[in-house]
Every structure is written in structure tokens, then in C-alpha cells.
């Protein structure tokens, strides 16, 4: 069974710049979820997908970041304009649903620099 | 505001010895409490899950506990080897929201 895939694995952009990262989940995974781990913490839901519709952004910072998820498989994460405070791994991971005995599969996860 | 907290110290253990990680919590009640593992580079892969009216979850080397009186959870490895060094990460579930702890970085020694 293939993983969750991600791109780029590595990204460096100047301040105020803008980014796209991109998530494939694994098959028939009808949750998609994107976290932001700063180094030293543990990751922190960004948003939360069930299949297209969004189930949860609270913590998503609506000025700058959007993300969307066209037919219910591939994600995008946009960041626009980045921050220095945006510099962490942006992880992605799908279950089979949100009922929470159900397995995150996480992703290898993005790298952002942001100078 | 909801707490998660793990010792954000490593943890050094001898090769052989059980390693035990804590996760406590405030202002939450979690419906499942989960453990990751993280390795450097690379995305938490999960571990064990436990529910909120479960005391004990065992799997081979590794055994999870989950006490809502105590709002505590630990996760220990018995027998630990090398290949156990990693970060382990505590996740609580309630509502349709994840919470992550900061995690706890384990080195078994050699």
C-alpha cells in the first residue's frame, strides 16, 4: 500500500513570498489533515478535510494560509505572504474517516525555510 | 486553554531496561489518547491507541496506560534495544480534534 505522498520535501523562500505544498493521500483515505510542526513541538492541526468539505480550520491563520482539496483526493497548502515565524515542517496525513479509533497515516512532511 | 504536556528532557535508558514516557493533560477529556513515533526527518507513525474507559493496552514490547482520574497516560517499552531511539509523541482526540504533546526523545543506549 503506497503512503501518504508529499511535495516538495525541502523549500526555501525570502519573507513574504508564497509557497504551495502539495499532499496525495492514500486511497480511499476520506480525511486529509495538514499539521505545522515547529521544531521542538509537536505538530498542530492546520485543517482538517472529510473527503472536499473542511471540518475544522480553527487554527488555520486565514490571512495568509488557505488550503483546499479538489474531488475529495489531492490537498494544497498556500501560504501567502510567508512569514519568518511560518519556518517549520508542514506535515500531511489521511485516515480512512475522522472516527478517531481510526489511524493517522502521516506523510514524510515539507521543510519550510523562510529567510 | 487545553494542556498536553510530555518531558520535554531526552530520556537515556540502557539498552535492555523498560523506558517509561509520560503525558499529562489539563482542561480536557479526551474520548482516545494515541502514541506516535517520530523518527528525525520523517512523519509520526502511530503506535497504540487507548480509549478513555480503558486502564491498559498492550502490543508485543509496548504497553500503554490511560488514568482520566490522574489525567495522565504512560507508554512504556519493555526490553528496550537501540532501534527504539526516537521521539514519541502523545495525541488526544475528542470533539473531531487532535492534540499533539511536544513529544519526549528517547536514546537507548547501547
Known amino acids: 500500500e503506497a503512503g501518504v505522498a508529499q511535495s516538495p520535501r525541502y523549500k526555501i523562500i525570502e519573507k513574504r513570498q508564497s509557497v504551495a505544498f502539495w499532499c496525495n493521500p492514500i486511497s480511499g483515505h476520506a480525511t486529509l489533515y495538514w499539521y505545522q510542526q515547529i521544531l521542538g513541538q509537536g505538530p498542530k492541526l492546520l485543517i482538517q478535510?472529510?473527503?472536499?468539505?473542511?471540518?475544522?480550520d480553527s487554527q488555520l491563520p486565514k490571512d495568509r494560509f488557505s488550503a483546499e482539496r479538489l474531488k475529495g483526493v489531492d490537498s494544497t497548502l498556500k501560504i501567502q505572504p510567508a512569514k519568518l515565524e511560518d519556518s517549520a515542517v508542514y506535515l500531511c496525513?489521511?485516515?480512512?474517516?475522522?472516527?478517531?479509533?481510526?489511524?493517522?497515516?502521516f506523510g514524510p512532511g515539507t521543510r519550510l525555510t523562510v529567510l | 486553554s487545553q494542556k498536553i504536556e510530555q518531558n520535554s528532557e531526552a530520556l537515556n535508558i540502557q539498552e535492555g531496561k523498560t523506558a517509561t514516557l509520560t503525558c499529562n493533560y489539563t482542561n480536557y477529556s479526551p474520548a482516545y489518547l494515541q502514541w506516535y513515533r517520530q523518527d528525525p526527518g520523517r512523519g509520526p507513525v502511530f503506535l497504540l491507541l487507548i480509549r478513555e474507559n480503558e486502564k491498559e493496552k498492550r502490543k508485543e514490547r509496548l504497553k500503554v496506560t490511560f488514568d482520566t482520574t490522574l489525567k495522565q497516560s504512560l507508554f512504556h517499552i519493555t526490553a528496550s534495544q537501540p532501534a527504539d531511539s526516537a521521539t514519541y509523541l502523545c495525541a488526544l482526540a475528542g470533539t473531531y480534534k487532535y492534540i499533539f504533546g511536544t513529544g519526549t526523545r528517547l536514546k537507548v543506549l547501547a
Open positions: 496525513a489521511s485516515s480512512l474517516d475522522r472516527i478517531f479509533k481510526d489511524t493517522q497515516y
Open positions: 478535510f472529510q473527503n472536499n468539505g473542511v471540518v475544522d
